[in-house]
Nanobody, 114 residues
Framework: QVQLVESGGGMVQPGGSLRLSCTAS??????IGWYRQAPGKERELVAG???????KYAESVKGRFTISRNDVGNAVYLQMNNLKPEDTAVYYC??????????WGQGTQVTVSS
């Protein structure tokens, strides 16, 4: 089981920025990324990196969020700019192994409110 440790959530005003970080106990993942779940809604993909492919983003965050990872491939970051109230959710780090197994972080709360 891959262990994931997240950090960086918090409360920010609309238009503000936050940076989420996630470190995994391993590497060589086929995918590493971030999901989010707002109250009463299903969990959705926010941004993900699939091996050597270009990062993928949800339409709602394109141009505002940037995903990146370290060279080793065991850490992923989500820079979130121009945050909006609708970005309020619990954000989860996710990795998928070569065996097609998913592991999840504990979640970190992001609240955008004035």
């Amino acid at each position: 089981q891959v262990q994931l440790v997240e950090s960086g959530g918090g409360m920010v005003q609309p238009g503000g920025s936050l940076r989420l970080s996630c470190t995994a106990s391993g590497n060589s993942f086929v995918m590493i990324g971030w999901y989010r779940q707002a109250p009463g809604k299903e969990r959705e993909l926010v941004a993900g990196i699939v091996r050597a492919s270009a990062p993928k983003y949800a339409e709602s965050v394109k141009g505002r969020f940037t995903i990146s990872r370290n060279d080793v491939g065991n850490a992923v970051y989500l820079q979130m700019n121009n945050l909006k109230p609708e970005d309020t959710a619990v954000y989860y780090c996710n990795v998928r192994t070569v065996y097609n197994l998913d592991s999840w972080g504990q979640g970190t709360q992001v609240t955008v409110s004035s």
